[in-house]
Structure formats: structure tokens, C-alpha cells
């Protein structure tokens, strides 16, 4: 019987590629906190993980090029695809509606959910690897 990896470790590696991005928006809030007019925004990881499952299962493992630098980058659109706008809990007069405190409570709670997803992932590893040495 032939091991996937891909299909073993597909999961994490989106997990943690969506992790990675999210982290990204929520950094990016915190760092305009104090910048007139920003808008916070967030990621929605709910959607873009089903999105990207459903592509790793229905497309095979090779990855997409860009040929041609005319061509759209598929990996910049990715991002920005699933960023939505937080609503604002407090008015602030400078039309800012980043809330730090909400910020980093985010922030906080995605670290820990990406290094739960490596831990999680390494243990799949170490029980492949018992597998294959049998």
C-alpha cells in the first residue's frame, strides 16, 4: 500500500499556509493602529481552508507557474481574496477602527493556533515515519 504524503500532510500544510497569512493582516492592523483613516481588517480562514481542501483534493500536486510576467500571481491574490473588513466596537475621530486590545487578543490566538498545527504536524510526521520502518 502506497503512503500519500500529500494527502497525509495536505491539511497542515494549508493550515499552516492560511495561518501564515492571517498572522500577516493582523500584524499589518497593528502596525497602522495609529494611522488616520486605516481600516482593520481580518482573515476569514473558515472559507479560505474548505476553499483550499477542496482544491488539494480535486487538483493534482503540481503547483501553478506563472509563464509569462504579464500573467496575474496567483499566490499575491490569495491573500487579499479573503481579507474582510472588522467592524468598528468604538468610534475614534480619526476615522481609525483598529482596537488594539481585539488586535492582539487575535494575534495571540493565531500564533497559538499555528504552533499547535506544526506540533500536530511533526506528530503526523513521527507516526509516518514509524510506519515506514515498520
Known amino acids: ?12 500544510e494549508n493550515a499552516l499556509r492560511l495561518t501564515s497569512q492571517r498572522q500577516q493582516v493582523l500584524a499589518s492592523n497593528i502596525a497602522n493602529a495609529d494611522t488616520p483613516n486605516y481600516k482593520a481588517s481580518d482573515f476569514d480562514f473558515k472559507t479560505a481552508m474548505m476553499v483550499a481542501m477542496n482544491n488539494s483534493s480535486t487538483s493534482s500536486s503540481l503547483e501553478m507557474s506563472q509563464p ?12 487579499s481574496q479573503y481579507a474582510v473588513l472588522r467592524k ?34 511533526n506528530s503526523e510526521i513521527k507516526n509516518l515515519t514509524l510506519v515506514i520502518q515498520g
Not at 1 to 12: E, V
Not at 68 to 78: E, F, G, I, K, Y
Not at 92 to 103: A, K, L, M
Request: glycine letters at 4%.
Open 1 to 12: 500500500m502506497a503512503i500519500k504524503l500529500h494527502s497525509s500532510l495536505g491539511f497542515y
Open 68 to 79: 509569462n510576467l504579464m500573467h496575474l500571481d496567483v499566490a499575491s491574490l490569495s491573500s
Open 88 to 121: 468598528s466596537k468604538q468610534n475614534s475621530q480619526d476615522g481609525n477602527t483598529v482596537d488594539i486590545d481585539v488586535e492582539r487578543a487575535a494575534f495571540t490566538e493565531n500564533a497559538l493556533r499555528y504552533e499547535s498545527a506544526i506540533a500536530f504536524e
